[in-house]
DNA sequence: CTGAAAGCGCTTACAG
DNA sequence: CTGAAAGCGCTTACAG
């Protein structure tokens, strides 16, 4: 853990470098309007010329406030996941709190350690991306803390926290309605954990999409499996050799990464994306944009919830009471290089 | 800030619970081999049943200690920075530390502020990516500071801190040799601040790349900007309307992100990458191997980089007096797409 | 505005 | 192992 650190300059160092009083040092930094412009000025000069730096720790500790914030995602190089840290954290700059981040990588133990680190750092509150699977432990857990906990992208089930999301399951239905008034008739579902809302909500979109068509829908074609570009690649395989004979002629993945590594696996295969096969995604981050052809998806708007997440924390934060608060976000068809 | 929080279960309660003194309470929380394992676990019970959370920022006060670490870097958004973030984080992770995340977007106001919220937070080290641009008032901020900071990928002129990143004049040397051997003679290096030292030593060694080919280098052809997809569309642009009847035969890209930006740009103005012009990159981002045609480009190791500088920041914790270490990793040329 | 006192939750140091 | 005391750097509350 290190050594001792000295050396730091105290308040009462500065009170007594300017001729005033702890007290009065102790309003200063925290912006009391009562004390007048001379002294106030004549402190400041001192804290400047000591090289003062406000000891933020301490002072949460005797106020029993605090200053910080724990967000725990599922992985900041999914670049979803680094937009809506982006949206969070500039919202809680504002408010003058600072992030604390981890990533659970979607491991359960992870998260409880997680979630320990933040509880042992005083953090104020907690927006978390809960893990995919039976969350019944962290949900008790989670009830149980004193600190206000805001839910995004995923919901924990049978309980009740404030939450911020995506209707998934219209999302899927958007993009599932649109391959299929583009002719498709045969579409897989590739990726996502069967555990987890998010893969249920869209599945329902899938199954709701499908049925508005009165189109049949293929079980062998629904791929579940982790969120990243290997398991993207992995689960292209797999589909080729279950369906070799009768490929389908589109495959919606559960996110753009997935989407990527499904597009490595067609192509490294020999298969024409766009043209053989057509594959969508889901998130609408930022390199859909550039591979070749360009990703048709559906917009998540990560920033956004982040931007919501934090929002609603903080208002639980200074509002203890209430009601909890649900925040779903339309999703929106992002539809790219059709000709 | 919010309000006051109550009912933290101390450390005395736990003790009086478990009808042991504050003492034995508090040597166990630290794990220390002086107490029998009877009341070690008669006390880790009352822990349990109380809900008792250890209070690491109060332990911290007192004994001087921090088991926090400011992680300032330019943006979280580009993989580069999230895998250099990761391989930080679970470095820090691993000796018990939690790190505080700032992103600058390359702005000095963002930087200072940044670094006053750590100070504040009385973190125990800074691992920093400083800012583009002169960093004179910077570098004598940090030297001042009683606790070690650790630079990475870009170093600040004229200081010596201990640094961490990559050889980019010896990069830049690879990736541009294999453009020229492929027979290109008009070269465009876009993207990247003059003012700091990685494009500096990019610039290095394009000019030696060319002087050791026996080849003009055109200063027409190099496009200095922000580091970022915009800019390189906007650079591409440029490019194209002042070079229009006579265009480079292939495009040096600060970075894979800019490479991006220059891909998406040609691409509008109708130009077939990889036929008309090459484009290369630099950082060999994941995303490099889903464009299409794959990207070129030079490894430069991100996670690699935040290993190195987790581990330099802790030897240099414990181990304060020492002179600086500068640790320069070797890129590694990866071709993609060639026939 | 001052000044003295108490306290946030812990660790330290020490006599027993 | 216990127990009493002091202190990390701040805020709180209050009499003046």
Redo the contacts with the bound molecule.
């Keep these: 853990m290190g050594p001792?650190k000295k050396n730091?300059v105290?308040?009462?160092e500065v009170a007594k470098h300017a001729?005033?009083?702890?007290?009065?040092a102790?309003?200063i930094?925290?912006n009391s309007p009562?004390?007048?412009e001379?002294?106030?000025k004549k402190v400041l000069a001192s804290m400047n010329e000591l090289g003062?730096?406000?000891?933020r720790v301490?002072?949460n500790?005797?106020?029993?406030?605090s200053t910080t914030i724990g967000i725990i995602i599922t992985d900041i190089a999914n670049t979803f996941y680094s937009d809506l840290f982006i949206g969070i954290h500039e919202e809680l700059e504002k408010e003058g709190y600072t992030g604390l981040l981890g990533t659970t990588f979607d491991l359960h133990s992870k998260q409880d350690r997680l979630i320990s680190t933040m509880l042992e750092h005083r953090v104020g509150g907690i927006i978390l991306v809960p893990v995919s699977g039976n969350g019944q432990e962290t949900a008790e857990r989670l009830q149980k803390l004193d600190i206000p906990v805001v839910l995004t992208v995923r919901e924990l089930p049978e309980s009740d926290f404030d939450y911020v999301g995506v209707d998934y399951s219209e999302g899927t239905q958007l993009i599932i309605n649109h391959l299929i008034d583009k002719g498709h008739r045969r579409i897989a579902f590739i990726g996502g954990r069967v555990e987890s809302s998010t893969w249920t909500e869209r599945m329902k979109g899938f199954r709701l999409a499908h049925e508005g068509k009165e189109l049949h829908m293929d079980d062998s074609l629904v791929f579940p499996g982790a969120i990243n570009k290997q398991a993207g690649i992995e689960a292209a395989e797999e589909l080729l050799k279950q369906h070799q004979d009768h490929l389908p002629t589109a495959i919606f993945c559960f996110s753009d990464l997935v989407a990527f590594g499904v597009i490595l696996g067609l192509r490294r295969a020999g298969i024409a994306i766009g043209k053989d096969i057509e594959v969508v995604g889901f998130d609408n981050v930022p390199e859909s944009e550039i591979v070749q052809p360009p990703l048709t998806t559906v917009s998540s708007f990560a920033r956004q919830i982040g931007t919501e997440a934090a929002n609603l924390l903080q208002r639980r934060i200074t509002n203890t009471g209430k009601k909890t608060e649900k925040i779903i976000i339309q999703p929106e068809l992002i539809i790219r290089d059709e000709k």
Aim: aromatic letters at 6%; charged letters at 20%.
């Design positions: 001792p730091r105290t308040l009462q001729g005033v009083s702890r007290s009065t102790s309003l930094v925290r009562t004390i007048s001379a002294t106030r003062y730096v406000y000891d301490a002072a500790l005797r106020s029993q406030r």
